[in-house]
């Protein structure tokens, strides 16, 4: 009879152990300069195999985005009437006739469409909100890496905007500038295969020719570059200057400390008589 007991008594207690490893959550606990307390999820999930309770946090599979402002709603909603009108219509002519409805728009009816903005905000946040407690190691890279490649890109966009020179050409593009025209019936990617394979089997003193070409283009860009960040900083545009000319600019205003002007002492007896 003890025996049993024991034995009933080491069964619950493992059922105890079960309930509380059936569904785990770790966490990580992180701050911010505002003093705000976040804690991400790092893993969820059951020792034993998938879970079928419909109340486990769900982890989103992208970043939530943020809605269209009241006036895209509303172009969003116009647009297929705007289009049946008028077929072959471009969408900078459909944008122009959207915001002439737009201005015509009753109050209440743009009011309407500021309730529907709000409340799609709402659920925005909510989103937004069960992302950044569920999101992954995994997820927070994959998020860095997407916002650095879009901001490099505006960069790009920025800087060609502005006038800043090409890069120069390595040898192998130089060779390939020079070939191509003699291209006849080959498509340009057969083509291409065909250079580089004469590139590979090239002698090293013929390649040395497109190597002085490509040598004297980047002497160019240097001078080129030189002089157009020299304007961009007359400018004041000095966010699209490179990353080794800001760290420069840096280094040269460390060595040369500020000047204190000297006060010749029949000025300071000027100045106060």
């Known amino acids: 009879m003890a025996a049993t007991m024991a034995s009933a008594g080491r069964i619950s207690k493992l059922a105890q152990v079960i309930g509380a490893f059936k569904h785990l959550r770790i966490s990580q606990v992180t ?3 505002s003093g705000y307390v976040l804690h991400r999820t790092i893993w969820s999930g059951s020792l034993f195999g998938p879970e079928t309770d419909k109340s486990s946090p769900r ?23 705007i289009v049946r009108g008028d077929p072959g219509i471009g969408r900078k002519e459909i944008v122009s006739r959207a915001a002439a409805m737009w201005r015509e728009l009753d109050p209440e009816e743009k009011a309407k469409i500021a309730m529907q903005r709000k409340q799609l905000y709402e659920k925005y946040k909510q989103e937004k909100k069960e992302y950044l407690e569920n999101i992954t190691p995994e997820q927070i890279r994959e998020e860095e890496a997407k916002k650095q490649k879009k901001l490099a890109k505006k960069m790009k966009l920025t800087r060609r905007s502005l006038g800043m ?13 020079e ?3 003699e291209r006849e019936d080959e498509s340009v ?5 065909i250079l580089s394979d004469r590139w590979r ?3 090293e003193s013929e390649k040395e020719k497109y190597k002085q070409i490509s040598h004297d283009m980047k002497i160019q860009y240097l001078k080129d570059m030189d002089a157009w960040e020299g304007k961009m900083m007359e400018y004041g545009r000095y966010d699209v200057l490179r990353k080794s000319t800001l760290e420069g600019l840096k280094k040269k205003d460390k060595k040369e400390p500020k000047k204190k002007k000297k006060v010749r002492f029949a ?3 000027e100045e106060f008589s």
């Open 179 to 181: 070939k191509f025209g």
């Open 31 to 33: 701050g911010n300069q």
């Open 201 to 203: 089997i090239l002698d």
């Open 165 to 177: 020179p090409s890069k120069p050409w390595p040898p192998f593009n130089c060779f390939l500038s």
């Open 267 to 269: 000025d300071e007896v």
């Open 189 to 193: 990617s057969t083509y291409f295969k």
């Open 59 to 81: 982890i989103p599979l992208r970043k939530p985005r943020q809605p269209a402002n009241v006036f895209f709603i509303y172009m969003k909603k116009v647009e297929p009437q």
